[in-house]
C-alpha cells in the first residue's frame, strides 16, 4: 500500500476530470449541441453533401474518437511502462483533453466541423488519460482493498462533478442573483448565453485540480530497456497479455463480457440526453436535474455495490447489475412522461456507480503480478473502447435508418443480455488473490 498522500492525489484525478463526462458528455453539451446543430427548425444537419440527424451524427463523432483512442493507446501505454513516464502521460491527456473542453466554448451553427472536432478532442484526452490513472490502482491499493478504492475514487468524481454541475444549474435558473443581465430572456436563450462559458469552467476545473494528482503521484521506473524498441513496446506488451490471457480463461470470458456490456454503458451514459430532449421533449433544466439525480444516486450505488461484492463477490454483484441494467432499457422503450424519466434515471443512477467501480477492481483483481500495469489496462480499455465504438455506431445507424432512438435501445439490451450470459460462465467463487466471497 502506498501513501495515504498517494491515495487522496489518485482520488482527486476522479474528482477532477468527472467534471467532462458529467458536464460535458452528459448534461450541457449535448444539449447545447442539438440546439446549435440545425437547419432551422430541422434536427437534420448537412456534412460533405449528407444529411444526418444531429444525434447520428454526434454518435459517430464520438465512436470516431474512441477508435482513435484504441489505436494510440498501445503505442503510448507501451511507451508509458517501457520508459516509466506514465505519470506525463496522464498529464499530457489531461492538457489536451481540457484545451479542447475550452475550444468548444467557440462552437456556433456555422462551424459544425471544429464543434465536433473539439468534441473529439475532448473526448480522446478524458480517454486516454484514464488508460494511465486505471494503472496506478494495482501500484496504490492491495487487492483485498481495491474494490472499496476503486468506489471511492468514483465516489470522489461524483461529488466533485456535481458541485460544479450544480453551480450552472443555478447560473442558468437565476443569472439575475448572479448580477447577469438576462431578465427579458427565455430559459432557452439563458442557456444558449451560459453553456459556452460552461464550458471553459469544466476545462479550468479539470486541469486545475488535477495538479493535486500530478504533485501525488510519482513515476513508476522503466520496466525494460534495450530489448524492443521503444514505439513497438506497447503492440509487444498487448501481445504478451494477449498471450496470457489464452492460459487464464476466466480472465478471457471477463474481457468478452466487458466488452460486451461496455456497450450498452457507455452509450447510455453518452445518449441519455438527447434521448430525454427529441424522443420526451424534455426542457435544459429537467435533463440537468435527470443528471443530476444520477450523480447523487450513483455515489451510494458505487459504495451499495462494493459492499455487495464482498459479500458476494464480484461476478454475482456485477450479474445483478447487469440484470437492472436490461431492465432499464426495457423501461426506457415505453417511457412517454418526465416522471418516468426521473425513475428510469434513479436506476441508472444506481447501476452506473456500481458497474464502472466493480469493473475496473474485478479486472484489476485478475491481474497476474507484473510491473506493465499500463500495458494491462491499455488492454482493457481498448476493450472498453472497442465497446464504445461499436455501441455508438450502432446506436446511431439505426436512429439514423429508423429515425428514433426507441429503436436504438434494442440493441443495447442485447448488449447487456450477452455480457450477462457470459458473465455467468464465471464461478461465484475464486480465489480471493482475485475475486473476493
Same mark, same amino acid.
Given at each position: 500500500m502506498k501513501s495515504k498522500k498517494q491515495l487522496r492525489g489518485w482520488y482527486f484525478y476522479d474528482w477532477a476530470n468527472s467534471s467532462y463526462p458529467l458536464v460535458i458528455n452528459t448534461a450541457i453539451f449535448p444539449i447545447y449541441y442539438a440546439a446549435v446543430a440545425k437547419t432551422g427548425d430541422s434536427d437534420y444537419v448537412n456534412l460533405f453533401g449528407h444529411s444526418f440527424l444531429n444525434s447520428e451524427l454526434y454518435s459517430y463523432a464520438i465512436a470516431l474518437s474512441y477508435f482513435i483512442v484504441s489505436c494510440l493507446t498501445p503505442l503510448l501505454s507501451g511507451i508509458a511502462d517501457y520508459s516509466g513516464r506514465k505519470k506525463d502521460f496522464l498529464r499530457g491527456f489531461c492538457i489536451f483533453g481540457s484545451l479542447s473542453c475550452a475550444l468548444l466554448s467557440q462552437f456556433t451553427s456555422t462551424n459544425l466541423v471544429f464543434g465536433l472536432l473539439c468534441a473529439m478532442g475532448a473526448s480522446i484526452g478524458f480517454s486516454g488519460s484514464l488508460v494511465f490513472y486505471n494503472g496506478f490502482l494495482p501500484e496504490?491499493? @492491495?487487492?483485498?482493498?481495491?474494490? $472499496?478504492? %476503486?468506489? $471511492?475514487?468514483?465516489?470522489?468524481?461524483?461529488?466533485? *462533478? *456535481?458541485?460544479?454541475?450544480? %453551480?450552472?444549474?443555478?447560473?442558468?435558473? $437565476? @443569472?439575475?442573483? +448572479?448580477?447577469? @443581465?438576462?431578465?427579458?430572456? #427565455?430559459?432557452?436563450?439563458? =442557456?444558449? !448565453? /451560459?453553456?459556452?462559458? *460552461? =464550458?471553459?469552467?469544466?476545462?479550468? &476545473? &479539470? +486541469?486545475? +485540480?488535477?495538479?493535486? !494528482? +500530478?504533485?501525488?503521484?510519482?513515476? #513508476?521506473?522503466? !520496466?525494460? $530497456?534495450? !530489448?524492443? *524498441? /521503444?514505439l513497438t513496446a506497447g503492440f509487444h506488451e498487448l501481445k504478451n497479455v494477449w498471450n496470457e490471457i489464452q492460459c487464464q480463461p476466466h480472465l478471457k470470458i471477463f474481457l468478452a463480457s466487458f466488452t460486451l456490456y461496455s456497450m450498452g454503458v457507455q452509450t447510455v451514459i453518452l445518449m441519455a440526453t438527447f434521448f430525454g430532449e427529441q424522443e420526451i421533449g424534455l426542457q435544459s433544466s429537467d435533463l440537468i436535474t435527470t443528471v443530476l439525480i444520477i450523480q447523487f444516486i450513483a455515489i451510494a450505488g458505487s459504495y451499495l455495490f462494493s459492499a455487495l461484492s464482498a459479500r458476494f463477490g464480484n461476478i454475482m454483484s456485477l450479474s445483478l447489475t447487469l440484470c437492472i441494467w436490461i431492465g432499464v432499457c426495457l423501461g426506457a422503450f415505453f417511457i412517454n412522461t418526465i416522471t418516468h424519466y426521473f425513475i428510469e434515471a434513479a436506476f441508472v443512477g444506481l447501476v452506473l456507480g456500481g458497474i464502472q467501480s466493480l469493473s475496473r477492481s474485478t479486472y484489476s483483481k485478475f491481474l497476474p503480478k507484473t510491473h506493465n500495469h499500463a500495458s494491462y489496462f491499455s488492454f482493457y480499455d481498448i476493450c472498453e473502447k472497442i465497446g464504445v465504438v461499436i455501441g455508438m455506431f450502432s446506436y446511431g445507424w439505426l436512429t439514423g435508418i429508423t429515425g428514433s432512438m426507441r429503436n436504438s435501445i434494442v440493441a443495447l439490451v442485447i448488449f447487456f443480455i450477452a455480457g450477462l450470459v457470459l458473465l455467468l460462465f464465471l464461478p461465484r467463487y475464486q480465489d480471493k488473490q482475485y475475486i473476493s466471497p
Open positions: 496504490i491499493a @492491495p487487492p483485498e482493498d481495491q474494490d $472499496k478504492v %476503486s468506489a $471511492k475514487g468514483f465516489a470522489m468524481g461524483y461529488i466533485g *462533478s *456535481s458541485l460544479l454541475l450544480i %453551480s450552472i444549474l443555478a447560473i442558468i435558473m $437565476k @443569472p439575475t442573483f +448572479f448580477g447577469l @443581465p438576462m431578465q427579458e430572456m #427565455s430559459e432557452a436563450q439563458i =442557456f444558449l !448565453t /451560459i453553456a459556452p462559458y *460552461s =464550458f471553459i469552467a469544466v476545462a479550468l &476545473w &479539470w +486541469f486545475g +485540480f488535477a495538479h493535486i !494528482t +500530478f504533485a501525488a503521484l510519482d513515476n #513508476s521506473p522503466p !520496466t525494460q $530497456k534495450n !530489448t524492443v *524498441s /521503444i
